[in-house]
């Protein structure tokens, strides 16, 4: 099979690495990729937005699938450009990523697909800003409705903090604050057929105990030892077969992977929010610990014929991965900075732990970086205590002048077995 993955970050590195490794995969390509892509696939230039530029270069590369990665471009429609050429693709239609792509259209969904979800309203004005401030109280919870890479969200018990975000955005939704712990769950499905993956957890604030500003996400770790054993049916029953039903029957079927980044209260498990793609870092971590082949499993998706697919197969291994960030990530992070000991984590901690690049690219002989989440360290272990322990092994060989990466990644859930 010649698969073909639109993207270029640590996530799209995992997914590349994965499909390297399953011998039905005869050719890989990867575009645009980055520095460590390249060692695992041929990349290609493509402006990934660009829906009939990627539909000619899978048409190009013959390619037998495209696995599309990063949220804008399936937003955009990229999926149904390829489609429309006859080649299968693992990546939801545009009118389906809207589930990611608008907070506002999400929650309808969930209203009514009957999905457990924190409170919320959509406000246009500054009165209705007021008004659902209020009835919610602090802390107070505030998204834009559109896509915003991980920014559109302030949680804050600052009311004019809250409001200023507020009236930033065109349309926002305001919300109940849910606590507990999170949990990001993920599931590959075809429109009818409900695959979950095993959950994990994200750090999401840039700095140690959970200080800073939100990011991308700054580690991850599975499996959750903590959690109850039950979640993934439960989620199952209550979210995802629910949701994918309700978009299958408002003739906007959703196929690919379906994230849940779900918040274990009290209460229950409710929805945090819906993302229409794989996540980064956990995917990192998920795809270190699945040992069916990867490639059968997306085309599954893309083809419609998940209900014939065997079930996965897990290894027993638990995996962590820490992300090394520019200096002054997120803000403005710094680019162009030398990158080293790459080789010194492949020689002396492989196979148990690997890098995967997310913002680089080769400048000569060097590789720099190029983005504000750089390198995703990734390790196995037989407990999540061994696997930390690798992961940070080989974070500690490698430099980049004024980076950041927090230091207790999986720390708390490692103690807790
Ligand atoms: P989102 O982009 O919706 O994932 O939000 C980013 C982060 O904001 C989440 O991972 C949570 O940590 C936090 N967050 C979002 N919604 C809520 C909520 N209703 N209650 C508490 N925290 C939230
Ligand atoms: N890890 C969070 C995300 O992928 O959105």
């Not at 604030?205 to 439960?234: C, F, I, Q």
Request: net charge negative; aromatic share 4%; proline share 6%.
């Amino acid at each position: 099979m010649k698969v073909l993955v639109i993207g270029g970050g640590a996530r799209e590195h995992a997914l590349c690495r994965s499909l390297s490794l399953d011998s039905d995969v005869n050719a890989l390509y990867c575009a645009p990729g980055n520095a460590g892509i390249a060692e695992v696939a041929e990349l290609r230039p493509v402006d990934p937005l660009d829906g009939e530029a990627v539909a000619r270069l899978a048409t190009e590369l013959r390619a037998d699938l495209v696995v599309v990665g990063p949220e804008a471009p399936l937003v955009a429609g990229v999926a149904d450009a390829v489609r429309a050429v006859g080649i299968p693709v693992f990546g939801p239609s545009g009118e389906a990523a809207q589930l990611e792509g608008s907070k506002a259209f999400a929650k309808d969904v969930m209203a009514a697909a009957g999905v457990p979800t924190a409170r919320s309203y959509v406000c246009t004005t500054p009165e209705e800003v007021d008004e659902a401030l209020d009835a919610f109280g602090a802390p107070y919870v505030v998204k834009d409705d559109g896509l915003a890479a991980g920014k559109g969200v302030v949680v804050t018990d600052d009311r004019a903090a809250a409001r200023a975000h507020a009236l930033g955005c065109d349309r926002v939704v305001i919300e109940e604050f849910l606590d507990g712990p999170e949990v990001s769950l993920f599931a590959i499905t075809d429109g009818v057929t409900v695959l979950p993956l095993q959950p994990a957890q994200d750090f999401k604030r840039a700095l140690d105990g959970d200080a800073g500003p939100n990011t991308g996400g700054m580690g991850a770790y599975s499996p959750l030892p903590w959690a109850d054993p039950k979640l993934v049916d439960e989620v199952m029953a209550s979210v995802l077969q629910p949701t994918v039903d309700e978009l299958r029957h408002r003739g906007t079927p959703f196929s690919g992977l379906l994230y849940a980044g779900l918040a274990i209260t009290s209460r229950g498990t409710r929805v945090i929010e819906f993302n229409a793609r794989f996540g980064d870092p956990e995917t990192q971590v998920v795809l270190a610990r699945l040992r069916t082949p990867l490639a059968g499993v997306l085309l599954g998706s893309a083809n419609g014929t998940l209900d014939a697919l065997p079930p996965l197969s897990w290894r027993e291994d638990a995996a962590v991965t820490v992300v090394i960030a520019s200096h002054n990530y997120p803000e403005t992070p710094r680019t162009g900075d030398p990158i080293t000991g790459l080789a010194d984590v492949a020689e002396q901690d492989a196979p148990h732990a690997y890098v995967l690049h997310a913002g680089t690219r080769t400048e000569g002989d060097e590789v720099v970086s190029a983005g504000g989440r750089v390198l995703s360290v990734t390790a196995t272990g037989s407990d999540l205590a061994e696997a930390r322990d690798r992961a940070y092994k080989a974070v500690a060989r490698i430099g980049l002048d004024g980076s950041q990466y927090r230091t207790d990644i999986a720390a708390k859930a490692a103690e807790s077995r």
